[in-house]
């Protein structure tokens, strides 16, 4: 039997070698997905995948993993990504999916939705260091895909960016715990806050440092978000802020036409809404 012929990845190929090798071999769209917020104790879990085009088009100046990027680099970045792209995708799961869910589950089914989204079919993926199963294409789970890969890294870069700006909207929303700038991860300051003002509908208390600050630490992981209009609902954030009490306004963010932007395990992406001037958006095909 024939043994097929190796594929050589060049180490002078830099963050598109991987790519490159692929398309040598005859996989022409190859998609990265990669996520963003497994660490933060609040706000939601952002994936995204993106395709980019072959040759010098596909290549974008300064790309890499996005927590090596300056935010402004990861703004400019990011608009070359959503400007070159074939077809990119973002999925936004809320933290109350996290906690009833688990991050694991989630993430892995974000990107999986992620890709599924993408217009342009990839014909293989690519994935920071998990595997997404249920794809009908091959893949391959790299360790430190945003560091490897350039279609894992512009997905980095699009997760990391859409996510920052939805913390920093819920900045406004909930005052004190300084989500605009430590973006929900867990902080000498964001620690204080919680302690000071206990935790709001956005942070996860499947987490155990909210968990412990709401007093729901001894409940299993997925039940300790209190349940709506039930006995021990809890006052945070403020005298009108009760987690788990009437429904807020839902997070909607806009799309440019033909694009694909929601929550994931939900069966189908929410409504289009534009949210203000600073929200380019996720999901869109060039």
């Known amino acids: 039997m024939l043994t097929p012929p ?17 398309q040598r071999r005859g996989f022409r769209h ?38 090596l990027l300056t935010p402004a680099s990861r703004e400019r970045i990011y608009d070359e990504v959503v400007a070159r792209a074939l077809a990119y995708a973002v999925v936004v799961i809320p933290a109350e999916e996290v906690d009833a869910r688990g991050l694991h589950v989630c993430n ?40 490897v890969a350039a279609c894992v890294a512009a997905a980095s870069v699009l997760a990391k960016v859409t996510r920052d700006r939805i913390m920093v909207e819920l900045d406004e929303r909930y005052p004190g715990y300084g989500f605009a700038e430590h973006k929900g991860y867990i902080t000498t300051e964001h620690t204080a ?15 155990v440092n909210v968990a412990t600050v709401s007093g729901r630490d001894g409940r299993p992981p997925r039940a300790r978000r209190p349940v709506v209009g039930g006995p021990d609902d809890m006052l945070v954030g403020g005298p009108d802020d009760m987690v788990g009490g009437g429904p807020d306004e839902p997070m909607e963010r806009s799309g440019a036409p033909g694009g694909t932007v ?25």
Not at 194 to 206: D, I, K, N, T, Y
Request: some cysteine; charged content about 25%.
């Open 108 to 147: 892995v089914a974000a990107m999986r939705r992620a890709l599924a989204s993408l217009a342009t079919r990839p014909e293989y993926v690519l994935t920071d260091g998990f595997g997404v199963d249920g794809l009908d294409v091959p893949g391959l789970a790299v360790w430190k895909g945003d560091r």
């Open 262 to 286: 929601g929550v994931a395990l939900g069966e189908q992406p929410r409504p289009l809404a534009p949210v203000g001037e600073d929200v380019v958006m996720e999901g869109g095909v060039r």
């Open 6 to 22: 190796r594929t050589v990845v060049r180490r002078e190929g830099g963050l598109y070698a991987l790519e490159r090798a692929l």
């Open 30 to 67: 190859v998609a990265g997905a990669d996520e963003a917020g497994r660490g933060a104790c609040a706000g939601p879990l952002v994936a995204a995948a993106a395709v980019l085009p072959e040759g010098r088009r596909g290549e974008i100046e300064g790309l890499a993993d996005s927590k």
């Open 193 to 207: 806050a919680l302690r000071e003002l206990g935790p709001c509908r956005e942070h996860r208390f499947s987490y």
